[in-house]
């Protein structure tokens, strides 16, 4: 390592695996949409856009805990305020078209987002998480009292209405190409934004937060972005799941789902484009199958020895041990 | 009668000695997280699984060998330390230096591996616990009547706060601790068994809590997710303390038992909000809690 | 797939529809799904025991109802109605699930109703105590056995103000479920000629009572209810007996109380309270004998809603003997018009908002001295007849009585 290279060489490898790697990306990404696109004809479509409503709330955390390193310990209010306020709004206005609804969610979901962030992107580390939490729970509170959320009655019979006021949501086939196209659009945000300069910036952030602000980065604003666009999607995860499920829960905005978020994204990989959603996928099927199976009643220590096993021995999360595998042997 | 907002001065005495009583147990169950996170830089979400266990172990080892409450008093708090030294020793020692957040998701996991085993065990309507002979009635302080239980509680409470308190800032022993955490080659090079330190600290942490615990026995409801409630409570108190600092943790604890016993009398759907609403305005003005130095 | 075997059944379906014959028992099988948390707040007032009391009913009917095999699926809805709702959708779409029981928390009760009535399946909540289930959201696919906060506060409420009690002060967990009851106690109090003079709402889940019973104590109230469950019942209920709320001339009302928590409790804390059930293990030789049954097999007394969920499944399978169908409208029409009479009720009918109805009983915590072992735990003291104790028809916001 220490002999003397042609930074050409280099200059020259790195694009070179780059285009590999680019390549490679097309290709699995391919295999992924071509398997999401039959698969509502093979598996059940309502549980596969759970599936996709909780990939895209992982997608959302790991923008913000995978590539700015910022722990958020809350995001389980801005997937509750999506869903809230589409349901509400979805409810009362029969009028209002379903992706209007949606988008009105998302949009309250940002807001809140950047009053967040506003108020907790000072703190490090530890304090970060903890400030997260108490807003989170302060949004909790604010729901339980709100007698619009039907507190822990919830909220029930949401229209699924029409897209556009053209397509019937009624139909899961419809609804699942919906909210596959709409997962399948912000994935691909969230990878543009990884990958461009202010990705690399997070990353830098990430890294090594007093290096990033000697190279006279505004830390503060790059942070505040990341949060709200994270916000923003987790929102817009609520929104799409309270219309798939035609109902929002206070389960949604407990600290619980705080946690369940992490757990998705560690389990799959924090930092990897792919993990969360592989993660969210592994979570949802384990908690899943287990309730339906003879160890029904142990779904919450399994989930505990998961959490336990992750962090001691793969803490890359399956996708990054897969990648450190495949580089190791094959790369 | 007195008024002061609306409430009888009597009422709101006894409001503020409740909420001192509550305070005390806050604040004993804070300085066990903040001896772990001061000393060790160790998240300890599995604080709350431990003060379960502590309750637990009473019920149990009364129900299975007859051990009454004082022996439970110092029993109990023992095999909790001593189970947390086994997940110290076989878990937490294996992501030490890493980054804090992975102890906070591992002890998470082990919170709620704990907490779902025991509940399929023995069910969360509740385990009884009878209250000690000795400590059954109560004296009338003439704003209130104050069972001699909760008298109790407030005294050792705060008498094993001081001690402990005592002991890590102003004894030998103490200071051995702070320098072994602090910097470890330096006491390894002196002869100190740093490993075995770390292992005892973090016992004595979730001793403190399961002794809490036992304490808790005979007023509450011991169940197996009695602990997944109070523990984010008792974050919040130790995070407004400024973590790590011993001595802010146990004035928050008592400070916060008040505000909370403040808020159920005056608008009490807001008691399970008030400290986080704190908690947010505290971490506004001081970004590392009222008694936390800066990192 | 799944929609070429949805299409076939739905062609086989209509084919025996046009010959004519009652709709037959769909795969010669009845299917159950039993649903209810099992691992979480609810799992020990229904729960895994839950099971063990569908099994018992399924068990009676040897496994088999008209040649058709009975069997059993279950899951735990770990109190989420999206988990509920994934469970149950897929239950009824694609597993021929005909009955779905169990049923607990309040917002998964709800969430499954609206799915049942979308796939015109049957279902039975016997845990949930939101008497909206059967009024706001009532629908022609379920019925709702057992209890719900109405004739918990009839029961209650009205016994103890008759004894004396005029002066109330409440405590009621501050959400849904806790301001139904305090609404249904205070019309029954002052129906009855007594007084509220101060409620008090506490966040769920409350974990130390002594501020609210204190303030509960300062009131000078005769009566201190308790609108909470749960851990919050038997927390305030152990807080109120250390400070001495009853030694204080103070009658401590609770309005939901399972046997499960007065168990928890102990005779010695619970001494005296006064609570409405809906059914009491040891109320005659029926219920005892049912009970040792239930206890053999899961080592502990049965509840209300244990008792509720083995006489629902076992008259749901009576009505798909009588009927010879499986179609959830034919058969919740024979339950509706069979009188209920087993080991849970007497005369217990099921009305048109899905409402079964049948007589409630007011209950008091024995004392330690009166408490001859573990379980023997309640006194009866009256029967509150069926139509004294749930919300008549009258008041009804159900769209499916007005229709009538």
């Known amino acids: 390592m220490t002999q003397p290279v042609n930074p050409a060489d280099i200059h020259n490898t790195i694009l070179a695996q780059q285009k590999a790697e680019d390549r490679k990306k097309l290709a699995i990404n391919t295999v992924f949409i071509a398997i999401l696109l039959v698969a509502p004809f093979v598996l059940y479509p309502v549980f596969l856009m759970k599936i996709l409503c909780f990939a895209l709330f992982a997608v959302a955390f790991n923008l913000l805990f995978g590539f700015t390193g910022l722990l958020s310990f809350g995001h389980a209010a801005f997937l509750a305020t999506g869903g809230y306020t589409t349901g509400y709004l979805l409810s009362q206005h029969s009028g209002l078209t379903t992706e209007l609804g949606i988008l009105a969610g998302t949009l309250v979901a940002t807001v809140l987002g950047l009053a967040f962030a506003l108020l907790s992107i000072r703190r490090q580390g530890i304090y970060f998480a903890m400030v997260t939490l108490a807003l989170s729970q302060l949004v909790f509170f604010f729901y339980v009292q709100s007698p619009f959320t039907g507190g822990e009655d919830g909220m029930h019979g949401i229209p699924r209405g029409e897209l556009f006021g053209l397509i019937s949501l009624e139909d899961n086939h419809n609804m699942y190409y919906f909210v596959l196209a709409v997962f399948i659009a912000c994935y691909v945000l969230v990878q543009r934004v990884v990958s461009s300069p202010f990705g690399q910036v997070l990353r830098a952030i990430k890294q090594n937060e007093p290096r990033a602000v000697s190279l006279g980065y505004n830390v503060d604003r790059h942070k505040v972005l990341a949060f709200v666009i994270s916000a923003a999607l987790a929102g817009l995860a609520g929104s799409l799941k309270s219309v798939v499920f035609q109902l929002a829960s206070l389960n949604d905005a407990h600290w619980h789902m705080s946690g369940e978020v992490i757990l998705m994204t560690l389990v799959g990989g924090m930092g990897t484009l792919l993990g969360p959603v592989v993660g969210a996928t592994f979570v949802v099927n384990v908690e899943y199958q287990l309730s339906q199976g003879p160890l029904r009643d142990w779904v919450d220590p399994i989930l505990g020895g998961i959490f336990v096993l992750t962090v001691l021995a793969f803490r890359n999360g399956i996708v990054g041990e897969i990648q450190k595998f495949v580089r190791r042997n094959l790369g | 009668m007195t008024m002061i907002f609306g409430v009888p001065l009597a009422v709101l005495s006894g409001q503020l000695l409740i909420g001192v009583i509550n305070g005390a147990f806050y604040a004993l169950l804070s300085l066990g997280l903040a001896v772990i996170f001061g000393l060790l830089k160790i998240i300890n979400f599995a604080h709350g699984a431990m003060y379960m266990l502590g309750a637990m172990a009473t019920v149990i080892l009364f129900d299975a060998l007859g051990v009454n409450y004082w022996v439970a008093l110092f029993l109990a708090p023992l095999l909790v330390g001593v189970f947390g030294m086994l997940v110290e020793y076989f878990l937490l020692r294996r992501i030490a230096g890493q980054d804090h957040i992975y102890s906070l998701l591992l002890t998470f996991g082990i919170a709620l591996l704990v907490q779902g085993v025991l509940t399929n065990l023995y069910g969360v309507s509740g385990l009884r616990y009878a209250m000690p002979d000795m400590f059954k009635g109560g004296i009338n302080l003439g704003f209130m009547f104050l069972p001699y239980y909760r008298a109790w509680v407030i005294g050792v409470a705060l008498l094993v706060c001081f001690g402990t308190w005592f002991m890590i800032e102003k004894t030998k022993l103490g200071a051995y601790l702070r320098a072994g955490t602090e910097d470890a080659q330096l006491m390894q090079g002196f002869g100190v068994n740093v490993p075995l330190l770390v292992s005892l600290t973090y016992g004595f942490g979730v001793m403190l809590a399961a002794f809490a615990g036992v304490l808790a026995a005979p007023i509450y409801s011991v169940t197996p997710v009695m602990g997944s409630h109070i523990l984010i409570v008792v974050f919040a108190v130790v995070v407004i303390g400024g973590m790590g600092s011993i001595g802010g943790a146990i004035i928050t604890g008592v400070l916060m038992g008040v505000i909370e016993g403040l808020t159920k009398t005056f608008y009490p759907p807001a008691s399970s909000a008030v400290i986080f609403l704190v908690m947010v305005v505290v971490l506004m003005v001081r970004p590392t809690g009222l008694f936390g130095k800066e990192a | 797939m799944t929609m070429m ?30 649903l209810a948390d099992m691992s979480g707040t609810y799992r020990d007032l229904a729960g895994p025991n839950g099971l063990a009391a569908l099994n018992m009913a399924v068990e009676d009917f040897g496994g088999k109802v008209n040649g058709a095999k009975i069997e059993v699926v279950s899951a735990d809805d770990r109190n989420s109605p999206d988990v509920a709702s994934s469970t149950v959708r897929r239950w009824l779409e694609n597993d021929d699930v005909d009955l779905v029981a169990g049923l607990v928390a309040s917002s998964v009760s709800i969430a499954v109703s609206d799915i049942l009535e979308e796939n015109d399946k049957l279902g039975i909540v016997s845990g949930s105590a939101a008497s909206s289930i059967t009024n706001e959201h009532c629908t022609p696919n379920h019925i709702h056995y057992v209890y719900d906060t109405y004739p918990l506060a009839n029961g209650t409420a009205s016994a103890v103000v008759k004894e004396g009690g005029k002066s109330w002060f409440i405590l009621t967990a501050d959400y849904a479920f806790g301001h139904a009851l305090e609404s249904d106690v205070t019309r029954v109090v002052e129906a009855n000629g007594g007084e509220v003079i101060g409620t008090l709402r506490h966040p769920f889940p409350t974990p130390d009572f002594s501020s609210f019973i204190l303030q509960a104590q300062a009131s000078g109230a005769d009566v201190v209810a308790l609108a909470n469950a749960g851990a919050d019942t038997t927390n305030a209920i152990n807080t109120a007996s250390e400070f001495g709320i009853t030694q204080s001339g103070q009658t401590l009302a609770a309005l939901l109380l399972f046997l499960t928590d007065v168990h928890a409790l102990g005779v010695e804390a619970a001494q005296g309270i006064q609570l409405t059930t809906g059914w009491y293990w040891d109320m005659n030789d029926e219920t005892r004998a049912w009970s040792d ?29 009588a009927t010879g169908s499986d179609d959830a409208q034919t058969v919740r029409k024979h339950m509706m018009e069979t009188p209920i009479n087993d080991m849970f009720a007497k005369n217990g009918r099921i009305r048109a908002d899905g409402r079964m109805v049948h007589d409630m009983y007011l209950a008091e915590v024995k004392t330690p001295a009166e408490s001859k072992s573990e379980w023997d735990l309640y006194k009866i003291l009256r029967t509150i007849p069926a139509d004294e104790a749930y919300r008549p028809l009258s008041e009804s916001k159900c769209p499916l009585v007005s229709s009538k």
Not at chain 3, 10 to 21: Q, R
Not at chain 3, 302 to 314: E, R
Request: charged content about 20%; hydrophobic content about 40%; aromatic content about 6%.
């Open chain 3, 5 to 34: 075997k949805k299409l076939l059944t739905s062609a086989v379906a209509s084919a025996l529809m046009v010959g004519g014959a009652q709709a037959d028992i769909s795969d010669n099988t009845i299917k159950i799904g039993y």
């Open chain 3, 293 to 321: 049954r239930f206890m053999e097999k899961t080592g502990v007394r049965p509840t209300m809603v244990h008792a509720g969920i083995y006489s629902s499944t076992l008259q749901y399978l009576k009505a798909v003997e």
